[in-house]
């Protein structure tokens, strides 16, 4: 007969051939190995397994939330990045420099565009939403970039986005993908003047093709509250 598993975290020293229930093991939707072999994982909160106990590094401004993407620095241990599990309007990352004993906060802007303070982007208005209110929406895989210890790279709603230096005060995200708008079409029409192509979306209004070979620079119509 199948033996019921238990839910938690299960640990293998042996490469896979035999697995252990993790006693007290906290939630974890995600989870990372540091260099040194530390296991950080995140769910309700951000857990780190070290010396045989649990630790609770969960950001204080974050204690009521559930937390998906993670990521810890394979250059520097204590570089570790948090993101809350939220596919709206003000998504927030933490990250922390001194093993996650102090966070720092980031924080999308609403759909008003209140409170984009620590962020700015140079990415496509669809994948940022209005004044840049989607950066951090569906955060689900954050990685840094090996070959340049302070690059990060960020797997969100519309796409994919990086920035350069996730030490900084103000983080500026860059989009990394050519051609890719994750939207929800309902209406395309070539008229007979004008732009050779007319789009009409979920979201984000529409856009309007001045050419078919070129990504559009703006939104037809943009965003004036969270469900136009």
């Not at 982007?121 to 950066?135: F, L, R, V, Y």
């Not at 037809?220 to 509250?225: H, R």
Request: charged fraction near 20%.
């Amino acid at each position: 007969d199948a033996k019921e598993v238990e839910a938690g975290i299960y640990r293998s020293i042996d490469g896979g051939k035999t697995w252990q229930h993790m006693k007290d093991a906290p939630n974890a939707w995600n989870a990372t190995l540091d260099s040194k072999g530390v296991f950080h994982g995140v769910g309700k909160g951000v857990h780190r397994y070290r010396s045989g106990a649990w630790e609770d590094i969960t950001p204080a401004d974050g204690k009521d939330k559930n937390f998906f993407a993670l990521a810890v620095s394979p250059a520097n241990s204590n570089w570790i990045l948090a993101a809350h599990d939220h596919c709206g309007w003000g998504n927030s990352m933490f990250r922390s420099l001194d093993g996650g004993k102090t966070w720092r906060k980031y924080s999308d802007a609403d759909y008003l565009g209140r409170g984009q303070k620590t962020m700015t982007g140079d990415i496509q208005p669809w994948e940022g939403g209005n004044n840049g209110a989607h950066i951090l929406a569906c955060a689900s895989s954050l990685n840094f970039d090996r070959a340049n210890p302070k690059k990060v790279w960020l797997t969100h709603w519309p796409g994919i986005i990086s920035t350069d230096d996730i030490t900084a005060d103000t983080l500026h995200w860059r989009a990394s993908v050519k051609g890719h708008e994750e939207i929800c079409l309902f209406e395309v029409v070539s008229p007979p003047k004008g732009a050779p192509l007319i789009s009409g979306s979920m979201d984000i209004g529409g856009l309007r093709h001045a050419s078919l070979d070129k990504m559009p620079v703006s939104m037809m119509v943009g965003i004036k509250t969270p469900y136009n």
